[in-house]
């Protein structure tokens, strides 16, 4: 396998493109379009965002310490987009990409009713590294939208068709492949003793290939 060594980037993804509503204490609000995001902690909750001082959004966020994530959609691609290449500071995102405010239970930030999942946070932390700041947020609430729920309550995203951003591109999720644990689930058709046999050769086999490949490229080094 032939790889290039580049300089230090980030390449982790793919990730979500998010968009994150603000406000300050004079009612003015806003959306910027996040991807440096993500989860920080299960319990307690807590998620971050991270901002250049330059967007028009790191005021507000820095004067109420407060911000929502509103999860994104391929109906929702247009609009991320936009809220991630115009300004607030000339435009008023809400207005232009027709999307509706909604009060939040606990900050002055509104959520973005078209998104399937808002998330409520509080600052609790602000970290410094360069050209982004790090805002660790404390998750206050969760708001789901119902209509990707089924009869038992159960809340299935992949539903709503949720975006993904990839190396500077949008795109929507794909085949479901498994779901958390599959690898090590009992097949209930199979006896355990099959299905163990079957893990067993399955895992030898994938050995035994790693072996081989490893032996090979060891001996075309030797070669050289
Ligand atoms: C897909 C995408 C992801 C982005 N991710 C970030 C990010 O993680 N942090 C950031 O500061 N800006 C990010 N941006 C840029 C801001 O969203 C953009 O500069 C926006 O216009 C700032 O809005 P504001 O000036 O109204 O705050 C991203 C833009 C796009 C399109």
Same mark, same amino acid.
């Given at each position: 396998?032939?790889?290039?060594?580049?300089?230090?980037?980030?390449?982790?993804?793919?990730?979500?493109?998010?968009?994150?509503?603000?406000?300050?204490?004079?009612?003015?609000?806003?959306?910027?379009?996040?991807?440096?995001?993500?989860?920080?902690?299960?319990?307690?909750?807590?998620?971050?965002?991270?901002?250049? &001082?330059?967007r028009?959004?790191?005021?507000?966020?820095?004067?109420?310490?407060?911000?929502?994530?509103?999860?994104?959609?391929?109906?929702?691609?247009?609009?991320?987009?936009?809220?991630?290449?115009?300004?607030?500071r000339?435009?008023?995102?809400?207005?232009?990409?027709?999307?509706?405010?909604e009060?939040?239970?606990?900050?002055?930030?509104?959520?973005?009713?078209?998104?399937?999942?808002?998330?409520?946070?509080?600052?609790?932390?602000?970290?410094?590294?360069?050209?982004?700041?790090?805002?660790?947020?404390?998750?206050?609430?969760?708001?789901?939208?119902?209509?990707?729920?089924?009869?038992t309550?159960?809340?299935?995203?992949?539903?709503?068709? &949720?975006?993904?951003?990839?190396?500077?591109?949008y795109?929507?999720?794909?085949?479901k492949?498994?779901?958390?644990?599959?690898?090590?689930?009992?097949?209930?058709?199979?006896?355990?003793?099959?299905?163990?046999?079957?893990?067993?050769?399955?895992?030898?086999?994938?050995?035994?290939?790693?072996?081989?490949?490893?032996?090979?490229?060891?001996?075309?080094?030797?070669?050289?």
């Amino acid at each position: 396998m032939a790889k290039e060594i580049w300089k230090p980037g980030n390449m982790l993804y793919p990730i979500p493109a998010v968009m994150v509503t603000v406000a300050d204490n004079q009612g003015n609000d806003n959306i910027i379009t996040i991807a440096w995001t993500g989860t920080v902690c299960s319990d307690p909750a807590l998620a971050y965002i991270s901002v250049r &001082p330059s967007r028009h959004s790191y005021r507000m966020i820095e004067e109420t310490k407060e911000f929502v994530i509103n999860l994104t959609t391929k109906d929702l691609a247009f609009a991320t987009d936009y809220c991630g290449v115009k300004s607030g500071r000339d435009v008023d995102k809400f207005a232009e990409c027709h999307l509706t405010r909604e009060a939040a239970k606990y900050v002055k930030a509104p959520l973005i009713a078209e998104s399937p999942v808002n998330i409520e946070c509080r600052v609790i932390e602000k970290r410094e590294y360069g050209t982004h700041d790090m805002f660790v947020g404390e998750v206050l609430a969760v708001h789901a939208d119902k209509q990707y729920m089924d009869e038992t309550g159960r809340f299935d995203l992949s539903k709503a068709d &949720p975006l993904v951003y990839s190396h500077g591109m949008y795109y929507s999720t794909g085949e479901k492949l498994g779901k958390f644990g599959y690898s090590v689930q009992k097949n209930k058709k199979t006896s355990n003793k099959k299905v163990n046999k079957t893990a067993d050769s399955k895992s030898k086999k994938m050995s035994k290939k790693r072996a081989d490949k490893t032996t090979d490229s060891k001996s075309k080094n030797i070669k050289k």
